[in-house]
């Protein structure tokens, strides 16, 4: 059986499936693995370093399609790619299915078995393969990095003969992977941090890592089964817009994280409430591709407005394209380790398995 990888549009996706560190786990499976020229050179990964560990180079995208048992990608494939797949191909990435469906019914129409890895359910075997946590716990941390190159004062206390410099402070809303990562690296550069979220049960964490947790009194639960956040109801979302307003007006920098999955991400911050904030403040909305949690964010945008900074995020693992490629490559090493079957010398799609289950997409 042949794991192939094709070069994703380097235009919009730096990131890469396979490192050379991760084939060679593949192949020690027993398993052989093919990609096409070239594959990761933008990330400064020769060919040569794939082929030292026994991967085969192909010369194009459609050879290593027709080759291969099953794809492995980052992002839903192309149209073209798709035209090229052969019936019963097992396809493994992350694919977006809320903006990619007609894509994925052609991929299904096709009798390809599709597997997004956003889907994987929250159970302790699954954590290898988590790629939701392994980028946002990069998203949160490259989140503090960005802010404070933009932001225009220290972060840190100082204390000086000319005076003492107070601790930037900041606000994060949403304390997932993203937003807990994000709280533990503004502490670690010497900021002041409070966090909100609509579960209760984070609370505890952020207050384990040195940040203030903002609550909102609530008697409805507002987590799933898989400990995901819930949307919110309209009593909620006045209760936390009243928090908000105080929050906002002491806090320099915000970072926004939440997301429900599913769906758009919720408006957290109206534009009375961005308005609220003093001149020279940085709103960073990490949900700004899906919907945003600000107002006056755009991906890939920084808007001005009354001097706060709202910087929309697109795109955000393209500044961190190596880190982000390593952990990714690994999720998806575990992933196939738990699809393939040594002993068929097959890969073995057992509904029974709830990560199988969970993870492949039947329909749209």
Not at 228 to 239: H, L, M, Q, R, T
Request: aromatic content about 4%; proline content about 3%; overall charge positive.
């Amino acid at each position: 059986m042949i794991v192939g990888s094709i070069k994703e549009d380097i235009t919009s996706e730096k990131r890469v499936s396979l490192t050379p560190e991760t084939a060679k786990n593949i192949i020690n499976l027993g398993l052989k693995v093919c990609i096409e020229k070239n594959y990761a050179i933008h990330l400064g990964i020769n060919d040569d370093e794939y082929k030292k560990n026994g991967v085969e180079i192909k010369d194009s995208n459609k050879e290593v399609i027709n080759f291969s048992n099953a794809i492995i990608k980052v992002n839903c494939p192309s149209e073209n790619e798709i035209n090229i797949m052969k019936e019963s191909t097992i396809l493994i990435g992350m694919m977006s299915i809320s903006k990619n469906k007609d894509l994925i019914n052609k991929i299904i129409n096709k009798k390809i078995k599709i597997f997004s890895l956003e889907l994987l359910p929250r159970i302790t075997r699954a954590q290898s393969m988590d790629v939701l946590s392994s980028q946002s716990n990069l998203a949160g941390y490259r989140a503090v990095i960005d802010c404070v190159a933009e932001f225009e004062k220290a972060v840190p206390m100082m204390m000086t003969a000319a005076g003492t410099v107070p601790a930037a402070k900041f606000l994060v809303i949403g304390a997932g992977v993203a937003g807990l990562q994000a709280i533990a690296t503004a502490k670690r550069l010497g900021a002041i941090v409070s966090a909100t979220d609509v579960r209760s049960a984070s609370k505890e964490q952020v207050e384990s890592l040195g940040g203030k947790f903002l609550t909102v009194e609530q008697t409805e639960d507002m987590e799933t089964a898989g400990g995901y956040a819930k949307e919110a109801s309209d009593d909620y979302k006045k209760k936390q817009a009243d928090i908000m307003k105080e929050a906002l007006k002491k806090n320099d920098i915000v970072i926004c994280t939440a997301l429900i999955p599913g769906k758009p991400a919720p408006r957290i911050l109206t534009e009375d409430l961005v308005k609220l904030m003093k001149p020279g403040s940085i709103v960073y909305d990490l949900a700004a591709e899906q919907g945003g949690n600000s107002a006056f964010s755009e991906p890939g945008k920084i808007n001005t407005v009354n001097g706060i900074k709202i910087i929309g995020v697109k795109s955000l693992m393209n500044r961190l394209p190596l880190t982000a490629s390593s952990l990714y490559a690994k999720n998806l090493f575990s992933f196939i380790r738990n699809l393939y079957s040594k002993d068929k010398k097959d890969f073995n799609i057992n509904l029974e398995d709830e990560i199988i289950k969970k993870s492949l997409i039947q329909k749209v």
